[in-house]
Structure formats: C-alpha cells, structure tokens
C-alpha cells in the first residue's frame, strides 16, 4: 500500500513540494498544468502520474519509526558492553558411570555387648606376650629320678604336684640358667599339691598371680606351660576349658591342651597370664582323646594361707582313672605293674649283692665313717657327706669310692624308675614299700 502524499505540486527543476495554492516554486519555477499536485479540497489529483519512489515525501509516522529503530541498533551495542556476557556453559563431561545408592532396610541395630565383655575382649594381650612373662616363673623339677614342673607364686615359694615330689624331702630346680635346692614343707596327697621353698632364692624372681577356678567358663582360651618328657622345658601348649568337674572334695579344670608327662605341676593360664589350674594328668589315649586335667587353683590358695592339707581317702588322679578305666581294666593293671615291678626289684637286687661284696672287700681299709640308712652299708652314699674315707690307706680309696658311687647311682635310678611305674599302674604304697623292704631296697629317701 503506498504511503499518503502531502497536499501540493512537486517543482520540476528543484523537486520540492510546493504548496497547492502557490504558483511559483522558490527556484522560480513556475508550476505547469503536469505538476502533480492536489485539488483545491485537498484530494490528490489522480490524473496526474505517480512520482518515483525516491521523489516521494517521506510520511512524518515512518520518520518516527525509523527514528526509535536507530536509537535501538545504537544504543544496543552500548549496554551489551555494559553488561558482560553470560559465561558459556562448560561441555558435557564424559559419561562416568556411578553406582547407585544403596538401598538401605530401616532394621532395628543389633543389641550392644555388655561392657564388660567389651573391656574385657580388648584388653587381652597377645598369646606371645602372655606366654613371655609367665616362662621365667615357670621350673623344671628333679625329685630323685621323676621329673615334673612347678611355678612360683612367691620369689621363695614353688607350687608342684605332689605325686611329683614322689616322697622327697629336698628337689632340685631349673629356672633358666640357675638351679637350686628346695625343701619340701607342705604336701596335700588328697589335692595332689605341694609346697616347696627355695634356698637362697632370687630377690629378683618372677611370680604368677593366682586367679580362680570359679572364673572358668567352658569354652575359654587356656595356655599350659611344663617340662613336656621331663626333658622339654618351656614347652608350651594351648586349648580350651572343656569343662569344671567335681571329683570328691577337689575341684578340677578339664581342658583339651596337650599335658604330656613331665608337664605335670606346671600353671595352667587364661589368657591373661593369671593361673586358674595346677596341671595334674591327661587320660591315656585308649581312654578319652585330648583329655587333660588342672587342679584348680583356689586349692593352692587354700593351702598356702591356712596351711593344712586337703584330707582325702585318695588323690583326684585315682578317682580319674577309676571313672575312665574299662570294667577290670585297673585291677588287671595293677596286677600286672606289682609283677613287673618286683621282677625289676629283684634284677636291682642281685646288682646291689654285687656292690655289698666289693663294699666289704675295701671298705675296712678305705672308709673311716659311714651313715648308712637303710639295710646296705653303701647307702651312706645317697647322702652328702655320709661317707669319709681313710687318707692315709695303701689303696687309692678315692678311685674306689668313686667306683662305688657309680654303681650306686645306676642301682638307685633302676629302682626309681621301677617305682614311678608301679605307681602309675596303681600298685597300692603298701605293696610298694613291702617289695622293697623284701628285696633290702629300702634306703631313706631324703
């Protein structure tokens, strides 16, 4: 649609707009009858032709407009500098893949342990540990020729089994590079326990705290430490508390830790390190697979602060193995230990007849005193000093004597050893002391 005209002609030579009603355009130009241009009312002159676009009169409106859309092209430049730019968007990270969340069940927590147990679980120390500060409190024991273990609880106070010391007044211990001598003060046979005192004990030495049998609970972690085969010392083995058992009047910790002979009278520890046990014995193979036995402590406590020992018929090892012998089988033991043992009686027997001989031979001329006890003059020999010798002899009395010793000693460890078996195949004391005595055996033991 073209845009309106304003009332007038255009000037030929000048091409302004010239008002209708004049006549003469300010150039001089006088207007023609061709000048388009508008009638008198106003109404634009059709007849006239179209002027070119550029000629037109540009319509006030269309300056307006063209005007508000430069002041935009301008101004917008401006605030674009005014304003700084949005910062472009960072590109798409790689794809990673995440694992989801995990669904979580609204499940009630499960109860807390008692804080005992808590305490009690994180406070124990390694196995090694224990074992390292309990080992120099732990001795091996000679008694004649039965050997065993035993364990300090004071610097001059040994605990050991009784059957250990075997009727000996005085034993010999081991603790690691010292030995010492140890007099028997105290023995209980109805708890199977004894009490030895160190002479000239370490100021020094390391004890074992005493504990109680009544904190044992089946199932526990238990250390044994002893002398495995008399010979093994510091042989350590562990288990668990099978069970408590009452035999008689004695309390008694059943475990599964390997007792071997030899381990008797050792301690038996928690995990602690606190004694809970005095190892006693362990069921033969036949009769129960890993079955062992502790005296409990609470009867060392007994004896050490009233000293008087447990009043029993028979020690706890006795009614053990009558619980776990076979029908007949202890009494077909026993019958067979008494044989073998008065053949081994007599065999020692027809040895020391030998020695009485070669004993009265020299002995006038060698031997100046003698403190025999027992039926052989050569006993004298098993006690320190019981024997003095003539210096002044023709003979070299010192090699006889020493001689004599010797075989002493070796007639002497045969009869011990025949005597730890009988004890063990359960050939009564009396019996015991009727062979010997029989067959002139019977020196004073001590």
């Not at 160190?198 to 049998?213: F, P």
């Not at 776990?324 to 020391?352: H, M, N, S, V, W």
Request: proline letters at 9%; aromatic letters at 4%.
């Amino acid at each position: 649609m073209p845009l309106p005209t304003s009332p007038g002609w255009t000037c030929r030579s000048c091409h302004r707009r010239v008002p209708p009603r004049v006549e003469t355009c300010r150039c001089g130009s006088a207007r023609t009858p061709d000048d388009t241009g508008a009638t008198e009312d106003g109404a634009a002159d059709r007849s006239r032709p179209t002027p070119e676009p550029a000629a037109r009169a540009i319509h006030p409106l269309l300056l307006v407009a063209v005007g508000v859309a430069l002041g935009a092209a301008i101004a917008v430049p401006a605030w674009s500098r005014r304003v700084p730019p949005a910062p472009a968007a960072p590109p798409a990270p790689a794809a990673v893949a995440v694992a989801p969340e995990p669904v979580t069940l609204h499940e009630e927590p499960p109860p807390p342990l008692p804080p005992e147990e808590v305490r009690h679980e994180d406070a124990l120390p390694p196995l090694e540990e224990v074992v390292a500060r309990a080992i120099p409190a732990v001795a091996s024991i000679q008694a004649g020729q039965a050997r065993g273990t035993g364990f300090f609880v004071r610097r001059d106070t040994v605990v050991t089994n009784a059957h250990v010391i075997d009727g000996q007044s005085v034993v010999k211990l081991q603790v690691g590079d010292r030995a010492y001598l140890a007099r028997v003060v105290n023995v209980s046979p109805g708890s199977d326990l004894a009490v030895l005192k160190v002479d000239q004990a370490n100021t020094s030495q390391i004890t074992l705290e005493l504990g109680s049998a009544a904190q044992a609970r089946v199932g526990q972690e238990v250390i044994a430490i002893g002398s495995a085969l008399g010979v093994l010392s510091n042989t350590v083995t562990r288990g668990i508390v099978s069970a408590v058992r009452q035999i008689g009047p004695v309390t008694l910790v059943q475990t599964d830790a390997a007792i071997n002979p030899g381990n008797s009278g050792g301690p038996l520890l928690d995990r602690n390190g606190v004694v809970i046990g005095v190892n006693s014995m362990a069921i033969a193979k036949q009769a129960g697979e890993g079955v062992a036995f502790a005296v409990a402590i609470n009867h060392v406590s007994q004896l050490l602060d009233s000293g008087r020992p447990l009043q029993a018929t028979q020690t706890p090892l006795n009614g053990l193995e009558q619980i776990f012998a076979k029908p007949g089988e202890t009494e077909d033991e026993r019958i067979r230990g008494e044989r073998d043992y008065t053949q081994a009686l007599a065999a020692a027997a027809r040895a020391a007849d030998q020695l009485d001989a070669f004993w009265a031979r020299y002995a006038p001329s060698c031997v100046t005193t003698s403190y025999a006890r027992g039926s052989r003059p050569w006993f004298g020999l098993f006690v320190r000093d019981g024997v003095t010798i003539n210096q002044t002899s023709a003979y070299d009395c010192a090699m006889w004597l020493q001689t004599t010793a010797g075989h002493a000693n070796e007639i002497r460890a045969a009869v011990e050893q025949a005597s730890e078996g009988a004890r063990r195949a359960g050939v009564f004391p009396g019996t015991v002391r009727e062979l010997l005595h029989r067959f002139g055996l019977d020196w004073e033991r001590g």
